[in-house]
């Protein structure tokens, strides 16, 4: 169990049992009455939100969680299929509510998968990751209006703005959680 | 700000920022401290979350004789989230009107802001946590009876039983717990669908409290609601006003339920100013209405800045 006024953003909750990630919480105190907590969660099974206010010394069920990397494979119409390197087991996770996170999957790569019950509920994505550019035009000379940077397509779909030096085939590093473009990656 | 208060006849006070004793108010936590005597762990004491027991204590006294009195002061709440909109340490501006009531407050507090925009130099159409707010007077008010008519399609005057309520509550989809006071429940309903659908491109004044939730504002006739306002900006609470409670016999009781309800909800258990519950009691208060407004909270609007931290020479 938790209180609520312990709860921060990424803490996982069993809510008439549906697992939930807590999206947004943001503390409230209206005027002199009693303090509460406003909590945005995802659930985790079918994506859908849900909004809910606590008083801050209310107890919620929280879910004990593990951490486990995976490889991922491949995903097919409704899960994305993924590897456990040391004992070769495969595991999936229904795309129903993770639709997001396919363009941030990279075939071969290592993630961590959060695990409730040997349940896979959540793919962890890297803060910043390494991307092949797939797409992009070149710059034409003297083009300022757009803030000297064009929006590019990478290797898992997902299009972000960069510099005008990118060319197809380069490799970038992007910041996973504004989709904003670091640096170019050498080599 | 000084100047705004000076030039409308008020007198400036400088209170203590150590205190023996505190209102009891369990909604925060308070900070404490020791004072040393001979070397050795003496007195404990408390670090004024507002300075409302010492100018309460001034007005009854008589020690500011007739006039009013406003004062600037930094105030201490512990344990503060980290939400962009809350300070452990904060600048405070607290002024008591006398024989004035909190809708002449209102009128105030909206001339306080045009003025301070007028010397910052602002527009007054301001961008504040990615909302456009106009600042032009007058401000909107709103009960908060048709507050919840509007937004929760809910009548407040219909709803004096806990348990009418948590039907309503459970009626709009909010789940509420067995054990819940009308004052918690009122509070699940407002911060689910009235506080977010009051109006953001103006500031509102939002008043008339249910007595339910109890402070230390005058109750209206009737006994439902009270005399009390919150000012939002920008989805922010920036102030807080009553007419002053004063020789009513619930006063005594308030600060005994509130000394409860805090030594068994916070962390940090200070003795309570029962002294002030007295005074308040026995009607020694002259008749007048009392702000709350914070500082760091209000330059922040009127400066457009996205994080409190911002408004501040240092972080916090």
Not at chain 1, 118 to 141: C, G, L, R, S
Not at chain 2, 136 to 141: D, E, L, M, T, Y
Not at chain 2, 208 to 232: F, H, I, S
Request: charged share 25%; net charge negative; glycine share 6%.
């Amino acid at each position: 169990m938790i209180r609520a006024g312990e709860i921060s953003k990424g803490v996982f909750l069993l809510i008439k049992n549906e697992p939930y990630e807590v999206v947004e919480r943001e503390f409230v105190n209206p005027g002199k009455g009693s303090a509460f907590v406003r909590l945005k969660m995802k659930n985790l099974r079918s994506g859908q939100v849900l909004k809910q206010v606590n008083k801050t010394h209310e107890t919620l069920e929280e879910i004990q969680v593990e951490d486990k990397p995976y490889q991922y494979l491949y995903a097919d119409d409704n899960s994305y299929h993924f590897m456990d390197t040391a004992t070769y087991e495969q595991i999936e996770v229904g795309k129903v509510g993770h639709e997001e996170k396919q363009q941030y999957l990279k075939e071969g790569n290592e993630y961590q998968l959060v695990l409730w019950d040997a349940d896979p509920i959540e793919i962890e994505i890297p803060y910043k990751m390494v991307f092949a550019v797939t797409e992009a035009q070149n710059a034409i000379k003297g083009d300022t209006v757009t803030g000297g940077t064009k929006p590019v397509t990478l290797e898992t779909g997902l299009v972000v703005r960069v510099p005008l030096f990118i060319k197809q085939g380069d490799r970038v590093l992007v910041n996973t959680e504004t989709n904003e473009y670091v640096e170019r990656v050498n080599s | 700000m000084r100047q705004f208060f000076r030039d409308k006849g008020f007198l400036e006070t400088d209170t203590p920022i150590l205190a023996p004793f505190l209102i009891p108010e369990p909604s925060f936590e308070v900070f404490s401290t020791l004072r040393l005597s001979d070397g050795k762990e003496g007195q404990k004491l408390y670090m004024v979350p507002s300075p409302e027991l010492w100018m309460k204590r001034l007005l009854a006294s008589g020690a500011s004789g007739s006039q009013d009195i406003f004062q600037i002061s930094k105030c201490f709440r512990n344990s503060e989230p980290s939400s962009g909109i809350h300070l452990n340490e904060f600048t405070m501006l607290e002024w008591y009107a006398r024989g004035r009531d909190y809708l002449y407050n209102t009128g105030l507090t909206e001339d306080l802001v045009i003025h301070l925009l007028e010397a910052l130099g602002t527009d007054e159409k301001i961008k504040c946590r990615g909302t456009e707010v106009d600042l032009v007077a007058p401000f909107s008010r709103i009960s908060m009876r048709d507050a919840f008519l509007q937004h929760a399609s809910l009548d407040l005057d219909k709803c004096g039983e806990t348990e009418e309520l948590r039907k309503a509550a459970e009626n709009r989809g909010i789940s509420t717990m067995t054990d819940d006071s009308w004052e918690v429940l009122f509070h699940r309903i407002f911060l689910m669908l009235v506080e977010p659908g009051l109006p953001v491109d103006r500031p509102v004044f939002l008043s008339d409290y249910p007595a339910r939730v109890r402070t230390l504002a005058k109750q209206k006739p009737g006994g439902q609601y009270a005399e009390r306002w919150e000012l939002y900006i920008a989805g922010i609470e920036i102030a807080n006003c009553y007419t002053e409670a004063a020789g009513e016999p619930w006063i005594r009781d308030f600060f005994q339920e509130e000394r409860e309800r805090k030594n068994a909800l916070c962390r940090v258990i200070h003795p309570a100013d029962t002294e002030l519950g007295e005074i308040l009691s026995q009607g020694k208060l002259p008749p007048c209405s009392g702000t709350a407004l914070g500082c760091d909270r209000l330059l922040m609007v009127l400066l457009g800045a996205e994080n409190i931290q911002e408004v501040l020479p240092f972080r916090q």
